[in-house]
């Protein structure tokens, strides 16, 4: 059984520039703060392609060499992108088998609702209890992502 989370923020700019503004934002420059256990991006490595098309993959590498792999999986400019995390290595490996991942760009007045979700499915039936603590942690840190994502969008 998987357990889904979200975090949204309005953001003062138009549908088309939020979407377009974080699909290839350096993802070292949007997580680039610890929240609780849950550590900051340190790069990415083996990226294929620009980041704008579904297949697409990439290493994430993690602050204290931890790592994922990501692939996106399907892009709707400028609605939204989803992705998959697989292959974690690191604190939560014992945790996470896979994420599923969404991020949605709605009209909200003269700005946009910038949503992220994250589907986390867990390694093992054991590891199934911790999930809503990781969720938990997980939504101070989209807040904290999302507020960065605001400042580096709206400037």
């Known amino acids: 059984m998987s357990l889904t989370v979200e975090q949204s923020r309005a953001i003062p700019v138009g549908v088309a520039d939020a979407f377009a503004g974080t699909l290839p934002l350096p993802l070292p420059t949007l997580f680039r703060h610890w929240y609780g256990p849950i550590p900051p991006i340190r790069a990415v490595r083996d990226q294929t392609g620009e980041w704008n098309a ?11 060499g931890g790592s994922m792999r990501e692939q996106l999986t399907e892009i709707d400019p400028p609605h939204g992108f989803d992705y998959t995390l697989t292959d974690i290595k690191g604190p939560l490996a014992p945790l996470v ?15 946009t609702q910038v949503s992220w979700r994250w589907t986390i499915h867990p390694r093992s039936t054991l590891a199934r209890p911790a999930l809503p603590v990781l969720g938990w942690l997980w939504q101070g840190y989209a807040r904290q992502a999302l507020a960065e994502l605001s400042a580096q969008l709206a400037g």
């Open 54 to 64: 579904a297949g697409q993959t990439r290493t994430v590498l993690l602050t204290g």
């Open 97 to 111: 088998d896979l994420v599923e991942g969404q991020w949605r760009f709605t009209p909200d007045g003269d700005g």
